[in-house]
């Protein structure tokens, strides 16, 4: 084996300058960092608010860690990979969707829809924006051999990532404890792992997609659609304006596309558990 060849097989798998999806991960979370951090610190929460906040952000980091530990019982994913999916989610995802939302809402509300605009918009970037994260880690991780079970893990940390983004950058408007400690009950409460789940399912489509084509297998890009386009709908319902004011309708409907979502993504981890055994 070669020095360079060597070199290679030493270097963490984030590490990988030619190919251009190391760039692109690299280039956008680098950019977004700093940009996240003085959107919260532009906020200026009140001490015990900020603590709270962090609190709360650091518990959610490291429980979606260890969840993304267990999906990883069949084979160990690069640490530096899955802290790239993270980061992504964490950074990059929230800091270019708060902006294009900002503009989406302006349209839509221009438009009569505001009601809707919620469930349109944040489908759209939010979701886009962390399927791309998703493909930029698969195809690093794709210099060795992936599988389905990838995409769901990449994906769901992703998601994660966003998902605890999104929730300081509400508990930091908070003005009282008392208001940030009910506001994180509610957002770790209702929906907890929503963007984390979807992500993955759309990471897991996507994994098989791109495991099928280096297989030189028939690619069933319409998998990768419906992995996409399946999350976007549940998303889009999840903030879609409540169909009564009665709070049990209300509760049925987000319970019904939770209850779907753990389904699908369930589904998924059966069936790559399956094949992962029926492999070895």
């Not at 692109?24 to 015990?48: F, H, N, S, T, Y």
């Not at 759309?202 to 297989?215: E, F, I, M, Q, T």
């Not at 169909?243 to 019904?256: D, E, M, R």
């Amino acid at each position: 084996m070669s020095g360079a060849a060597r070199r290679r097989r030493r270097a963490p798998a984030s590490w990988q300058p030619r190919q251009p999806a190391f760039w692109i991960l690299a280039v956008g979370i680098l950019a977004c960092v700093p940009l996240q951090l003085r959107g919260l610190i532009q906020q200026e929460p009140p001490a015990e608010v900020l603590g709270i906040s962090l609190l709360v952000g650091a518990i959610e980091v490291l429980l979606f860690w260890a969840i993304a530990l267990l999906l990883s019982r069949d084979r160990p994913r690069p640490v530096g990979l899955r802290l790239v999916a993270l980061a992504w989610g964490l950074a990059v995802v929230q800091v270019i969707a708060s902006f294009s939302n900002t503009h989406y809402f302006s349209v839509l509300n221009g438009l009569g829809l505001h009601a809707f605009a919620a469930s349109i918009a944040a489908p759209v970037d939010e979701d886009l924006l962390r399927f791309v994260g998703t493909l930029g880690v698969l195809a690093l991780a794709a210099q060795r051999r992936i599988t389905a079970r990838d995409g769901l893990v990449y994906g769901f940390l992703v998601g994660a990532g966003f998902e605890v983004s999104e929730n300081l950058a509400f508990l930091f408007s908070s003005t009282d404890l008392a208001g940030t400690v009910q506001l994180a009950l509610i957002r770790l409460g209702i929906g907890f792992g929503l963007h984390a789940l979807w992500t993955g399912i759309s990471g897991a489509a996507l994994a098989y997609v791109l495991a099928r084509r280096r297989a030189g297998m028939p690619a069933r890009w319409r998998v990768a659609a419906l992995g996409l386009l399946a999350p976007m709908l549940l998303h889009a319902l999840w903030d879609a304006p409540a169909p009564s004011i009665h709070p049990l309708l209300v509760f049925a409907v987000l319970g019904v596309v939770y209850a779907v979502t753990l389904a699908a993504f369930g589904g998924i981890l059966v069936a790559t558990s399956r094949r992962a055994r029926d492999s070895t």
